[in-house]
């Protein structure tokens, strides 16, 4: 390795580390590269890549490693990459578990690289997003209904931990594969390492694995790894669309571990945190990551973002900015789950850009409506069922409650994604019978039915 480094052309040193601070490094150098710039040190032959992040004055500049820091000391040379971060791309990346620079997490040999990318793409023109007003069909009923996806648009899945964002993302993904013949790029984010490993095996567990790559900058990495991860994701992501024209699902799980890495870097970075802790930059390093997603001139990249939602607070000052970005978003909650309601969707605070009577036609939007409403009645009146019992409601309140609990669990799906934990096998419903049940269930052609009947199953049709 070493010798293989002395034969690279002698290029000139663009300056030398001066201060070493955990991933952060200080560089006295000249010219000053800019923000955003990939160096890097040689270190017994292998690199360590730094990305300049910030001027300190007129002959130094901060970087932050994205590698191990082991052996970056005072005094290292530091060289130009030329120019941002570049990872290869090409076909043979489909099927594989890549790291932050497209190097091998799988134990295979390197990818071979048709191209390079680089991670920051070019900036889009505003024109060039919102792909106007079609629906992505996911296959699951409840998301299908009342938070349709926006193709080519952003969904972010909120939820505490274990309410089932992993979960219903993997779904999707296996829904791209199996409805649309697409591909999925997943960005595992700062999430925890054994679930990496089980991720994989699921995929491939149900014949996935060819038509995803997977990425990976988690919990144990540096902040810098995480907090690039997801631009290498969009990147491939942009690869595939071009390459392969199909249907492209870009999943980043968890974009919350984005902002935290964010947050580290900031206060290596010697910045005040300003709200609730959170860096002040907060704002614009979401809007980057976002409008980075959004960049799609050339067709569309649907994105599903996993994010966790601490303490449950949904006002979390990282949770809202990241909502004001996105076309549609799923809510999943706790006190669903606890009943037994998977996936855990609360049916009245996910919404999406969708739910207009003009994008969905007349009996979608109806028949969403009509769901809402029900379920909307059946919450104000759960208070007085539990204390008085449902025979003190009026009979019109007693039909709405009764019509509610049946949509409620008809709103449970099997997936198949959880079929080899809980033994029931996965249903993917199509957009055309989940309106067809619940509009049969609103007039009240089920009001005979058990309600467990329409309980984790997939259409009513075949079984009545
Ligand atoms: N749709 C579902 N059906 C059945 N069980 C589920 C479902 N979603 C989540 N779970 C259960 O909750 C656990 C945690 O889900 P996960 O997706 O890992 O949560 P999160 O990513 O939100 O932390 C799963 O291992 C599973 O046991
Ligand atoms: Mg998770």
């Not at 409805?179 to 994989?200: D, K, N, P, T, Y």
């Not at 907090?227 to 390459?243: M, Q």
């Not at 409506?369 to 019992?389: F, W």
């Not at 809980?422 to 067809?436: K, P």
């Amino acid at each position: 390795m070493a010798e293989h480094a002395e034969r690279v052309p002698a290029i000139p040193p663009i300056g030398v580390i001066t201060e070493v601070q955990g991933p952060v490094v200080v560089i006295r150098c000249s010219p000053l590269p800019p923000l955003g710039r990939a160096l890097y040190c040689r270190l017994a032959g292998s690199r360590c890549v730094l990305e300049v992040h910030q001027h300190l004055d007129c002959d130094r500049v901060r970087a932050i490693a994205l590698q191990d820091t082991a052996g970056l000391s005072r005094g290292l040379r530091v060289y130009d990459q030329g120019g941002p971060l570049k990872v290869p791309v090409g076909k043979a990346c489909l099927g594989r578990v890549l790291n932050l620079f497209g190097d091998p997490l799988d134990g295979q040999p390197p990818m071979v690289a048709e191209q390079w990318r680089a991670l920051h793409g070019e900036p889009s023109l505003l024109a060039s997003g919102g792909q106007g007003g079609q629906m992505l069909e996911s296959g699951i009923k409840v998301i299908d209904l009342l938070c349709p996806f926006v193709r080519g648009g952003k969904t972010g899945l909120f939820g505490g931990a274990g309410v089932g964002k992993t979960v219903l993302v993997m779904e999707f993904m296996r829904a791209i594969a199996q409805i649309h013949r697409g591909v999925s790029v997943f960005a595992g984010v700062g999430e925890r390492i054994r679930e990496a490993h089980e991720l994989w095996h699921e995929l491939e567990d149900s014949g996935m694995r060819n038509r995803a790559l997977m990425l990976f900058g988690q919990m144990d990495e540096s902040p810098g790894v995480r907090f690039r991860v997801a631009l290498t994701g969009i990147t491939y992501a942009e690869y595939l669309r071009d390459e392969l024209a199909t249907e492209v699902l870009f999943v980043v799980d968890n974009v919350f571990r984005f902002v935290q890495a964010g947050s580290e870097i900031s206060s290596l970075l010697g910045r005040m945190p300003a709200t609730v802790g959170y860096q002040p930059t907060l704002s614009s390093e979401v809007a980057e990551l976002e409008e980075r997603i959004f960049s799609t001139p050339k067709g569309a990249i649907t994105s599903v973002q996993a994010v966790y939602v601490p303490a449950d607070d949904m006002s979390d000052p990282a949770v809202s900015t990241i909502l004001s970005h996105l076309d549609s978003s799923v809510i999943l909650s706790r006190q669903q789950a606890s009943r037994g309601i998977y996936p855990a969707v609360d049916p009245l605070l996910s919404s999406s850009r969708m739910l207009d009577r003009h994008l969905l036609g007349d009996r979608h939007y109806r028949v969403a409506e009509g769901v809402r409403e029900h379920l909307a009645r059946y919450k104000e009146l759960e208070d007085i069922i539990s204390m008085l019992g449902i025979e003190e409601l009026s009979p019109s309140d007693r039909r709405i409650v009764l019509r509610a609990r049946r949509i409620q669990k008809y709103l449970t799906q099997p997936l198949w994604v959880t079929a080899p934990h809980t033994g029931i096998a996965g249903q993917s419903v199509a957009l055309v019978d989940t309106i067809r049940d619940c509009d049969a269930l609103l007039c009240g052609r089920y009001d005979e039915w058990d309600e467990s009947r329409c309980y984790m199953r997939g259409a009513l049709e075949e079984a009545s």
